[in-house]
């Protein structure tokens, strides 16, 4: 496994490589949800890139970007078991030189939902993503569908701007109880970690209404909502039962259309978010 530490040693190494390249763009703090990106890159690709930087400009004012989790040594143990061919660890100032001011936005898709909480947040995500794309020329890239949005959006920009790369949405990794996995659960003390749960047992309550024949978008809200009010710990910022593609929120859902539930919800300090895709 070879570290880069910056983009002429990241451009040096990646010429070096003849084949297929897989990339798996990540803020670090890996999980078995980024161990399971991995490795379906490896199976598809001769080569894999992993990404570790937590990129500021996708974190708003008052939000955790410096007590993010940061767990290096850990992380290259785990990619170099995961047979990586390159990790990028930039610094800030080599992915934002000084004068910066050059940024991607993507329109509608990133009103709604995240980009209604975190303003500027999509903003900072694609423009470092096609950054990563620009220097690493992957073949294939890999998100998780646990930031349903963000994988929209990355879709989006990659069909606007012409990139060459193939956009490969992998599924949720949970714990046992349904908690999907995320490098912020480590912001959960055990009360908070049990309580977490309520986001799983809200997306499954919906699915479960959604499967018995319930197709009004308020009752499908409304269902998810009142599980969430009923953990004392938990507070929704917000319930979503929107088109998969548009993200707009469904006044019914049309048979064809599917629909995707999604939320934010605060247990303590943390913000958590997690989805559920029906199709
Ligand atoms: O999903 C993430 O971890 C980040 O948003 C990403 C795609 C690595 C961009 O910083």
């Known amino acids: 496994m070879r570290i880069a530490r910056d983009l002429s040693e990241l451009r040096t190494i990646r010429a070096s490589l003849d084949g297929t390249f897989g990339l798996v763009p990540t803020m670090g703090a890996l999980h078995d949800g980024h161990a399971s990106l991995i490795r379906r890159a490896t199976k598809e690709c001769d080569y894999v890139g992993v990404s ?3 990129n500021p400009s996708q974190f708003s004012p008052g939000e955790d970007l410096e007590k993010y989790p940061r767990t290096i040594r850990k992380d290259f143990e785990l990619l170099e078991e995961l047979g990586v061919a390159i990790v990028f660890t930039p610094k800030v100032d080599g992915m934002y030189p000084p004068g910066f001011q050059t940024w991607i936005s993507v329109d509608d898709v990133t009103v709604p939902l995240e980009g209604e909480c975190r303003p500027g947040h999509f ?3 694609v423009t470092v993503v096609a950054k990563l794309f620009n220097a690493f020329q992957p073949d294939k890239a890999y998100f998780g569908q646990k930031d349903a949005q963000q994988a929209v959006v990355i879709r989006r920009m990659i069909k606007d701007l012409n990139f060459q790369v193939e956009p490969v949405i992998c599924p949720t990794v949970r714990e046992a109880d349904g908690l999907a996995l995320s490098s ?6 055990p009360e908070q970690r049990k309580a977490a749960t309520v986001l799983y047992r809200a997306l499954s309550s919906a699915r479960n209404s959604y499967e ?3 197709r009004e978008g308020d009752v499908l809200r ?3 909502r009142s599980v969430i009010d009923s953990e ?6 917000y319930v979503s039962a929107s088109d998969p593609e548009t ?3 469904l006044q019914s859902v049309k048979s064809g259309s599917g629909v995707l539930f999604s939320m934010a919800v605060r ?3 943390t913000r958590l978010i997690d989805n559920m895709l029906l199709s």
């Open 232 to 237: 004392p710990l938990a507070e929704a910022e």
């Open 212 to 214: 018995n024949g319930e």
């Open 52 to 54: 570790i930087f937590v």
């Open 123 to 125: 903003r900072g995500v």
């Open 184 to 189: 912020r659960n480590a912001y959960l003390n």
């Open 222 to 224: 409304n269902v998810m």
């Open 267 to 269: 247990i303590g300090k």
């Open 247 to 249: 993200l707009r929120e």
